[in-house]
């Protein structure tokens, strides 16, 4: 399915009253210009600003930027690819907010396994109100809320997933609280009325070894935009 075909998808679904009331463009900066190419979110070579959220062994959430990044050992970098090894639970972030986007990502797990892309994530915890596009093997693709966030729709229509040991193209395309899934070429979920709506992009560390790659995103509103204007963003 052509990206064109898949809009025309995206648009045809429906938004309540409510998520018209909270639509992204109102956090917008009327003043910004969007990009229609893509951006890459890892070079092969380092973190760069992503940011590594995990859970420490106290409970506690534990933040690592370029910085600190060598301080812990679940997601390492090797041969180009971004790599997980499961334990403890968290995530890899951007360090800017999404609302209206394609994110694209290649992955493969060595054994069958699990993951996730974690969506409008507004709040760093383990685990954050979001919501979830499934990697893991058997509902790859399925799209549903976490920790108290909503959408409605999402349920798998089919299965697409490539055996263990191969890479998968994934993408997830968001437009004004719509959500879909395409997984190697095919639609697999859909969604609408997501609330949140605009938020942080994540790749989990989920229990299983993981490998990532050409991690890239397209159309994006800046990191400032959860604060009220003029505020930096905080660590």
């Keep these: 399915m052509t990206r064109r075909k898949l809009g025309r998808v995206l648009a045809s679904m429906p938004l309540t009253a409510a998520a018209l009331a909270q639509r ?8 910004l210009h969007y990009n229609d190419g893509w951006t890459s979110l890892f070079n092969g070579k380092d973190f760069g600003r992503m940011v590594i959220v995990l859970r420490g062994e106290d409970g506690k959430n ?6 600190t990044a060598i301080q812990q050992s679940t997601f390492s970098i090797e ?3 971004l790599k997980t090894t499961g334990t403890p639970n968290g995530y890899v972030r951007t360090s800017d907010v999404y609302d209206n986007f394609v994110f694209h990502v290649e992955v493969r797990f060595p054994t069958r396994g699990n993951s996730g892309v974690l969506v409008y994530v507004q709040r760093d ?8 596009c499934q990697l893991y093997a058997s509902h790859m ?10 959408i409605e729709g999402g349920e798998m229509i089919h299965e697409n997933p490539k055996p263990p040991g191969e890479w998968n193209t994934y993408e997830v395309y968001s437009e004004e609280g719509r959500l879909a899934t395409v997984l190697n070429g095919a639609i697999i979920g859909l969604g609408a009325n997501a609330n949140p709506r605009i938020g942080y992009i994540c790749l989990q560390s989920e229990g299983a070894q993981a490998e990532f790659r050409n991690i890239k995103v397209r159309r994006h509103a800046p990191s400032h935009h959860l604060w009220p204007k003029g505020e930096p963003a905080k660590r």
């Design 79 to 81: 041969d180009g690819l």
């Design 125 to 132: 915890e383990v685990w954050p109100k979001g919501i979830e």
């Design 62 to 67: 534990k933040k690592y930027f370029e910085d």
């Design 24 to 31: 992204s463009g109102d956090m917008r900066d009327p003043d």
């Design 141 to 150: 693709g399925r799209i549903f809320p976490i920790q108290g966030a909503y």
